[in-house]
T-cell receptor
Framework: SAVISQKPSRDICQRGTSLTIQCQVDSQVTMMFWYRQQPGQSLTLIAT?????????ESGFVIDKFPISRPNLTFSTLTVSNMSPEDSSIYLC?????????????FGPGTRLTVL | SQQGEEDPQALSIQEGENATMNCSYK?????LQWYRQNSGRGLVHLILIRSNEREKHSGRLRVTLDTSKKSSSLLITASRAADTASYFC???????????????FGQGTILTVHP
């Protein structure tokens, strides 16, 4: 298993600004994932972050809007850029710990973002 | 796009009753997982069933998988008020020959268990 923390836990931001969300894991992991959960909706994968390489973005998500850093095996950041009210969501990071045979993922507590 | 469809969207039961949630998906999978989310917080992994398995148990949880119908069900027996949460199925695909799994989540079922 893995213990994951996220900062901030919640934030209220103004339109046009940017917010960087941090994800810290208590063990070294290869794969980290960022998800968005819009109000009342399910989770949608934004991108996969592999240490040492560029993040891989899913359809509908672009690097200019959601730049991701993955400087080491225990840490990643997601930036939500030039925010609009439509970006109001819960953003979750998850990891697939090493040794997981069947791709179970462990999730952070999420960052609840409100854009005014 | 979301692969999974879950029903019901919401389920309200009394403590002690059983709760059954269903999930359907569209493409072939490596495995299917169920997660619980309390009050819009992080997800907790509940149980995983591989594509070559038909049924699996874990405590009060029972999950079935029918790959011919591309569907799964999660049964929670003897429910408790603490089981109140949103439940999501997630299918795993190994994209492009990679070994890591991309999770595609269903729409979720909101379960309310009344004391």
């Amino acid at each position: 298993s893995a213990v994951i923390s996220q900062k901030p836990s919640r934030d209220i931001c103004q339109r046009g600004t940017s917010l960087t969300i941090q994800c810290q894991v208590d063990s070294q992991v290869t794969m980290m994932f960022w998800y968005r959960q819009q109000p009342g909706q399910s989770l949608t994968l934004i991108a996969t972050a592999n240490q040492g390489s560029e993040a891989t973005y899913e359809s509908g998500f672009v690097i200019d809007k959601f730049p991701i850093s993955r400087p080491n095996l225990t840490f990643s950041t997601l930036t939500v850029s030039n925010m609009s009210p439509e970006d109001s969501s819960i953003y979750l990071c998850s990891v697939e710990p090493r040794g997981m045979t069947y791709n179970e993922q462990f999730f952070g507590p999420g960052t609840r973002l409100t854009v005014l | 796009s979301q692969q999974g469809e879950e029903d019901p969207q919401a389920l309200s039961i009394q403590e002690g009753e059983n709760a059954t949630m269903n999930c359907s998906y569209k493409t072939s999978i490596n495995n299917l997982q169920w997660y619980r989310q309390n009050s819009g917080r992080g997800l907790v992994h509940l149980i995983l069933i591989r594509s070559n398995e038909r049924e699996k148990h874990s405590g009060r949880l029972r999950v079935t998988l029918d790959t011919s119908k591309k569907s799964s069900s999660l049964l929670i027996t003897a429910s408790r008020a603490a089981d109140t949460a949103s439940y999501f199925c997630a299918t795993v695909h190994h994209a492009g020959g990679t070994s890591y799994g991309k999770l595609t989540f269903g729409q979720g079922t909101i379960l309310t268990v009344h004391p």
